[in-house]
């Protein structure tokens, strides 16, 4: 019988991003002075974000690691990386960069 294992997170370490201690969620959540609805594939890009599945990722990329990815599909530190991951948002007044 041939098992496998999984191979190392790519990027080397998986990400997650996942609030376990309730009292820090509730901490979180009550810090948030806006919401913002997202469509299905921002709902889905979240969701890959915060579960590690965009490792080595920690957030959506900024204009330096989209520039990277859209001209060597690459990040800055030469992850091979071939899909920017953004958050498009029509209207960013209020929001941290």
Do not use: I, W
């Not at 190392?8 to 810090?31: F, I, T």
């Not at 957030?59 to 690691?65: A, K, L, T, Y």
Request: aromatic share 6%; with cysteine.
């Amino acid at each position: 019988t041939r098992t496998t294992s999984a191979g190392a997170p790519h990027g080397g370490a998986l990400v997650d991003l996942v609030v376990k201690d309730a009292a820090q969620a509730r901490a979180l959540a009550g810090a948030c002075v806006r919401t913002v609805d997202l469509n299905e594939r921002q709902a889905c890009d979240v969701f890959c974000l915060v579960n590690g599945a965009f490792s080595p990722l920690t957030g959506f990329m900024d204009e330096r690691q989209y520039n990277s990815v859209v001209s060597s599909m690459r990040l800055p530190e030469k992850q091979l990386f071939g899909l920017p991951v953004t958050l498009d948002m029509k209207d960013v007044s209020g929001l941290k960069e």
